[in-house]
């Protein structure tokens, strides 16, 4: 089970950073990433970070802006994100894909809207 958390209203370039927390797993064999989705658009990738060694990745619209990282002793993924702008408006999803898969999600969390005003 995946809780997403701290979402908000914020103005644009401020910061927020959201939290996910995993329960009921071996959340330091998942690999963990974080979508979005905008009224009216489809879900979109937006960063990730593997089990085995915390490499991370992100899309190009946010790449210097967030950044993912995640504590196993918590068993919490994190979201930073800084410098927002308007068009980072959605609700933002956690994500989690056991080792044994190296493509996909197969748990997601409820989602956590985060509005940017410009």
């Known amino acids: 089970q995946l809780q997403a958390s701290g979402g908000g209203l914020v103005q644009a370039g401020g910061s927020l950073r959201l939290s996910c927390a995993a329960s009921?797993?071996?959340?330091?064999?998942?690999?963990m990433g974080w979508f979005r989705q905008a009224p009216g658009k489809e879900r979109e990738f937006v960063a990730a970070?593997?089990?085995?060694?915390?490499?991370?990745n992100y899309a190009d619209s946010v790449k210097g802006r967030f950044t993912i990282s995640r504590d196993n002793t918590k068993n919490t993924v994190y979201l930073q994100m800084n410098s927002l702008k308007p068009e980072d408006t959605a609700v933002y999803y956690c994500a989690a894909r056991p080792s044994s898969k190296h493509a996909g999600y197969d748990y997601w969390g409820q989602g956590t809207l985060v509005t940017v005003s410009s």
């Open positions: 970070i593997t089990w085995r060694d915390s490499s991370t």
């Open positions: 009921g797993r071996t959340f330091s064999f998942y690999s």
